[in-house]
């Protein structure tokens, strides 16, 4: 089983492959209780389940009560972020009614555009507003997992090739529930802004709007 490139990791698979399929098989359990509780439920109910599901797992770890990540803190949010098709969803239905934030998506996607997925390195979410995310609840599993162990190596990460320490349990945790998310249909990764986005200008088909936005890499 590949492992999508945009969770990138300087530590071998092999260490946590039992966290990893863990969060997996976690993120289908809730998927398929999902799919027998309600046929063609919608996508964002779907991503909702995943994420609660998931989030006793994030947070019952050996490294939980380490975290340096605290609310205005950050810089994670300065990373471009892969996101199946039922995150995507969720997110598009949280800033649907709030066109303040439906602006900012528009202004980061045109910025964006033609801009090497590296390059996005650096640059703010769209959704960061006053250093805080403004759907912090609807939040993908990428930015769920992501915890760290000092916030001023996550500042020096963005202008160095150095790594923070993280939270590694949750990490693959997280990665294991993401690879269960993108495995429906349509299938695969796209890049936040640009599904977000194309969710939002194809209501009668996100699906389609979906497969149309930037594919993220290795996906």
Excluded at 32 to 50: D, H, S
Excluded at 147 to 167: I, K, M, Q, V, W
């Amino acid at each position: 089983m590949s492992r999508p490139a945009h969770w990138r990791t300087a530590h071998p698979m092999p260490t946590n492959q039992a966290e990893f399929y863990r969060g997996l098989e976690r993120a289908k359990e809730a998927l398929n209780a999902r799919q027998q509780l309600a046929r063609g439920e919608p996508p964002a109910a779907r991503a909702k389940a995943v994420h609660d599901a998931i989030q006793p797992l994030l947070t019952d770890t050996p490294d939980a009560r380490r975290l340096a990540c605290r609310r205005g803190c950050s810089h994670c949010c300065h990373y471009p972020v892969g996101v199946s098709f039922i995150e995507s969803v969720r997110l598009a239905e949280a800033v649907r009614g709030r066109p303040e934030l439906q602006r900012r998506l528009q202004d980061a996607g045109d910025a964006a555009r033609g801009v090497s997925w590296d390059d996005l390195v650096g640059t703010a979410c769209p959704l960061l507003v006053d250093d805080s995310c403004a759907v912090h609840d609807e939040r993908p599993m990428p930015c769920r997992a992501l915890g760290s162990l000092d916030a001023s190596a996550c500042a020096e990460a963005l202008t160095s090739e150095n790594a923070p320490p993280r939270d590694e349990t949750a990490w693959w945790r997280g990665l294991g529930a993401a690879h269960a998310m993108a495995d429906g249909q349509p299938s695969g990764v796209r890049e936040l802004r640009a599904a977000v986005l194309a969710i939002l200008a194809r209501p009668d088909s996100p699906q389609d709007g979906f497969r149309q936005a930037r594919v993220a890499p290795g996906s």
